[in-house]
Nanobody
Framework: QYRLEESGGGSVQPGGSLRLSCEVS????????IQWYRQVQEKEREGVAC????????FAADSVKGRFTISTNDAKNTVYLQMNLLKVEDAAVYYC????????????????????WGEGTPVFVSS
């Protein structure tokens, strides 16, 4: 039984920081990439950042590049999204998701449909 559980969301002022966590169980990060998405009500879900834990490859969307960093712990059972210099427009529900990849894959991509999803954690940014 797989499980992706997000935590770390909350309220912060513009310019502040939050670290989101995605605890992964029932899946191996050697065969799945982890992708963070965010969604504001009634808007399309947006890919934020992804990681291939086996190769160390990471990707961040232009809207968050230089402010958000994705990483894993040594045990490869938790994926973090460090969010710095938060803006009002970063407010959303953040989801982590996983997609099964080839053992030879060295990247991550938003070109694929995700296989597994967490329930999401809300982030509020306001003064």
């Amino acid at each position: 039984q797989y499980r992706l559980e997000e935590s770390g969301g909350g309220s912060v002022q513009p310019g502040g920081s939050l670290r989101l966590s995605c605890e992964v169980s029932g899946l191996s990060l050697d065969y799945h990439t982890i992708q963070w998405y965010r969604q504001v009500q009634e808007k399309e879900r947006e890919g934020v950042a992804c990681i291939n834990a086996r190769s160390g490859y990471t990707f961040a969307a232009d809207s968050v590049k230089g402010r958000f960093t994705i990483s894993t712990n040594d045990a490869k059972n938790t994926v973090y999204l460090q969010m710095n210099l938060l803006k009002v427009e970063d407010a959303a529900v953040y989801y982590c998701a996983a997609v099964t990849v080839s053992p030879y894959s060295t990247t991550c991509s938003y070109d694929f449909q995700m296989d597994f999803w967490g329930e999401g954690t809300p982030v509020f940014v306001s003064s």
